[in-house]
T-cell receptor, first 116, second 113 residues
């Protein structure tokens, strides 16, 4: 149990285009989902926290107009990178906190974004 | 206050040996301490976690030791295997996990035969 999926697993896009990444909790309901960014050989950097049905809370320095987050249901959150640029190339990982065991957080497999 | 300091940055252990990774925190409001294992190109996987009301938790070959007074916790991997080679992150959270996790910088473990 406690499986989180992400789609796509990798994506290459051209500079200036937008990319949407989906995060789904497959076998549990998630009250909260988190989006992280991870650079090679570095730790996870929290970008935003999203609760179902409400606006996401962004960390300092993260542009909310560039990284659009929608938490449409208790099992789905999406991250849209708008007008992507090469510096947005990174490994994006979502995580979901279980509704029934709120302290446990499970991560998706990540999405490798490359902007050319 | 929000930081979790993790050491060592990298670790090489012989197969069958014990791997020990340490973390320290400052914020006494932290009350949930998980460890995650991450393989290259994959998302972190929850390995084991502890709450401050116990000093030790063991699951298979993995043990967390927790020292509340010293504000330190550590991960011990017994009988380390090459398949354990990965990056390990400690983390901490407040309010019974209702706040975002604060991660350590990670430890790259290599288990050699």
């Amino acid at each position: 149990g406690a499986v989180v999926s992400q789609h796509p697993s990798w994506v290459i896009c051209k500079s200036g285009t937008s990319v949407k990444i989906e995060c789904r909790s497959l076998d549990f309901q998630a009250t909260t989902m988190f989006w992280y960014r991870q650079f090679p050989k570095q730790s996870l950097m929290l970008m935003a926290t999203s609760n179902e049905g409400s606006k996401a809370t962004y960390e300092q320095g993260v542009e909310k107009d560039k990284f659009l987050i929608n938490h449409a249901s208790l099992t789905l959150s999406t991250l849209t990178v708008t007008s992507a640029h090469p510096e947005d190339s990174s490994f994006y990982i979502c995580s979901a906190r279980r509704r029934d065991r709120s302290y446990e957080q499970y991560f998706g497999p990540g999405t490798r974004l490359t902007v050319t | 206050q929000q930081q979790v300091k993790q050491s060592p940055q990298s670790l090489i252990v012989q197969k069958g040996g014990i791997s020990i990774i340490n973390c320290a925190y400052e914020n006494t409001a932290f009350d949930y301490f998980p460890w995650y294992q991450q393989f290259p190109g994959k998302g972190p996987a929850l390995l084991i976690a502890i709450r401050p009301d116990v000093s030790e938790k063991k699951e298979g070959r993995f043990t967390i030791s927790f020292n509340k007074s010293a504000k330190q916790f550590s991960l011990h991997i017994m009988d380390s295997q090459p398949g354990d080679s990965a990056t390990y992150f400690c983390a901490a959270s407040m309010d019974s996990g209702n706040t975002p996790l604060v991660f350590g910088k990670g430890t790259r473990l290599s288990v050699i035969a």
